[in-house]
């Protein structure tokens, strides 16, 4: 705990005296980002979706009974869209081009089933696996594209609201450790494992690793935010820690990559979330959006829209770039009064116009949802902003 407030010390005082955007901090031997949220010119700047991602593609989920859903969390892959549903309802998987596959798993308590809202998935092309989370319990539940149970992986533990990485044959858990207090004999206190690696072809437990204290949860309260954006690193955020981590899979450790501070009595609540090796965005709730430029150590207030589809709002929350793509899962009655709304603004172009009246004809009420996504780029030139 000392040292991550001796790193957010030093970073104020570089953020005070204007020293530059962001600053690099030493902290053993990993380096750590810092930006000052005070040194940030006012004024947003809007920019196009385009110089985000590839490409964007607009899918009509396939309409039948069977295939609706509560959206959450929408995951897109190379060859699927998976759906992770608010509240205790099945995990949903379509193809890439809508169609609706099957329900991954089922709810309730018999083996291979999950009583519970889920908290975090993976898709796994490569072999055809989709991982799944319960938000408590001790198990991840794995299961084929065509949506039966293949096997789980048993904790040593509980745990708590967790997220999980796949590499290189392991499969890592980071969950919300919390302490186990003991009035009678405070010596025997003890907390759980922080992060807890998984051989994927046995189950065995390859490592654990006790949490630092300012990791430490005392209740269920808090989220930790995970984007899956950057090929090999597994991004963490804690809500109880203001800062981005990395969890190092070789060497079972989490360091600290990230961190926005303020000059200011009143402490702003953050997301943070990773797009690409050099691009960290940050939402300042009642604020707005910083991208964060860690190789031109530059930052701006930023809105996106979706230049792809007549300008179109772009919304860019953590619920919308993960797994190396920008998505927007809504419903069509949502996306035709976005139009709507768009079509009426006297910035809309008769080019836009086009788009969006083209788009509007294939749109009607009561069928399933749209969704638009694309991969996000590895590169992002922040100059043209």
């Known amino acids: 705990m000392k040292s991550i407030v001796k790193i957010l010390l030093v970073a104020l005082v570089f953020g005070a005296y204007g020293c530059a955007s962001v600053t690099t901090v030493d902290y053993n031997d990993s380096k750590m980002a810092v930006f000052s949220l005070n040194s940030l010119k006012s004024g947003t700047k809007t920019i196009p979706l385009s110089s985000l991602v590839e490409g964007c593609t607009f899918v009509q989920l396939e309409t039948k009974d069977e ?8 995951t897109v892959t190379d060859k699927y869209i998976g759906i992770r549903q608010e509240g205790s309802k099945p995990y949903m998987l379509f193809d890439r081009s809508g169609k609706f596959l099957c329900p991954v798993g089922s709810i309730g308590n018999g083996p291979g089933e999950y009583s519970i809202s889920l908290y975090d998935d993976i898709i796994d092309d490569k072999n055809g696996l989709i991982y799944l989370a319960p938000f408590a319990g001790n198990k991840i539940f794995v299961y084929n594209t065509s949506g039966h149970f293949v096997k789980e992986f048993v904790a040593p533990q509980r745990l708590q609201k967790p997220k999980m990485f796949l590499s290189d044959g392991i499969l890592t858990v980071i969950h919300m450790a919390m302490k186990h207090e003991n009035p009678n004999n405070p010596s025997t206190n003890a907390a759980d494992a922080i992060a807890i690696q998984f051989d994927v072809n046995t189950g065995n437990v390859l490592k654990q690793l006790p949490p630092p204290e300012h990791l430490i949860v005392h209740n269920f309260d808090g989220e930790i935010w995970n984007t899956k954006n950057v090929a090999g690193a597994f991004d963490i ?50 604020k707005g959006l910083v991208a964060t430029d860690l190789k031109g150590n530059t930052s701006s207030w930023i809105k996106v829209v979706n230049d792809y589809y007549g300008n179109l709002p772009a919304p860019t929350y953590i619920i919308h770039l993960r797994n190396g793509y920008w998505v927007h899962n809504l419903q069509p009655e949502q996306l035709m009064g976005d139009i709507e709304k768009r079509l009426a603004e006297g910035s809309c172009t008769e080019n836009d116009k086009q788009t969006l009246n083209k788009m509007l004809s294939t749109l009607h009420e009561g069928t399933n949802n749209i969704v638009f996504f694309g991969k996000l780029k590895r590169e992002v030139n922040t100059t043209v902003w």
């Open 67 to 74: 295939a609706f859903f509560k959206p959450w969390f929408t």
């Open 237 to 286: 955020t804690f809500t109880n820690s203001d800062t981005l981590y990395h969890f190092d899979v070789k060497d079972n450790r989490i360091l600290p990559y990230f961190a926005m501070t303020y000059d200011s009595s009143e402490k702003p609540y953050k997301q943070y979330f990773q797009l690409n090796n050099d691009l960290v965005f940050t939402l300042v709730f009642s």
